[in-house]
């Protein structure tokens, strides 16, 4: 098969969803995952593939592998977009829910690059992108699980960048801000340099470049798109 191939886990709605459009538009097939119907949804629309499962559950995670490979025999580039971990006030965050961030964010990068990565390997290359938050870069004690456990995913992307680089297999991170696919206050919206919200579509647009070729040489990357948000330069 000559089209390129894109696996999204997590690809419902919001970004996710913006993503497989953004994809699609350029040429690739999709094959989708999420909690909802939405990706059934989402999936007919796009003429893909899709099923309804969590990416805290390797079942699921390995039956969408499955159902890719059955349907398209590639994954070209891989999307992995999860929901956010539980929030609280720093020491008293609950150590069940410190432990559900761990497999909300962490756990489902690992799993997903150990299956995929080998079908990569046999392809000659391929692509993955993590989206994460600002908070990776900047930690913020309004999102202390999201804080500690997405730099996590931005160190276990550049050790992976470093192991399979040579394969041509790329895996970078995007950092969005605040994006209006999330219902938030005015006020997370004056605290970009752009005094607005992102659109899901803008972080999908800078989703397919890291998952394409026309990101060829940018490899182990966290890579901001957060209107300014974060300060450090």
Not at 64 to 93: C, F, N, Q
Not at 172 to 185: A, E, H, I, M, Y
């Amino acid at each position: 098969m000559d089209t390129k191939v894109c696996m999204i886990v997590g690809g419902g709605r919001g970004m996710g969803a913006a993503a497989a459009r953004e994809m699609r538009t350029r040429g690739y097939s999709l094959s989708m995952m999420s909690p909802s119907e939405s990706c059934e949804n989402l999936a007919q629309e796009l003429d893909g593939v899709a099923l309804r499962g969590s990416a805290e559950n390797p079942q699921d995670v390995n039956a969408l592998i499955d159902l890719t490979m059955d349907t398209y025999g590639r994954i070209d580039a891989l999307l992995i977009h999860v929901g956010g971990p539980p929030k609280g006030d720093l020491l008293e965050i609950s150590d069940d829910d410190w432990d559900k961030a761990h497999s909300m964010v962490l756990k489902p990068v690992i799993q997903v690059a150990k299956i995929v990565t080998p079908i990569m390997q046999q392809q000659g290359g391929g692509s993955i992108v993590n989206i994460t938050t600002f908070s990776a870069f900047e930690p913020s004690l309004t999102f202390p699980t999201s804080s500690v456990y997405r730099v996590a995913v931005s160190s276990f992307t550049k050790l992976f960048s470093d192991r399979y680089g040579p394969e041509n297999i790329r895996m970078n991170c995007l950092l969005p801000g605040f994006t209006d696919s999330l219902d938030l206050p005015e006020k997370f919206a004056q605290m970009s340099s752009l005094k607005r919200l992102a659109t899901a579509e803008e972080q999908a647009k800078t989703a397919a470049f890291l998952l394409s070729e026309d990101s060829s040489y940018i490899t182990g990357q966290s890579i901001r798109s957060d209107g300014g948000v974060t300060r450090h330069m």
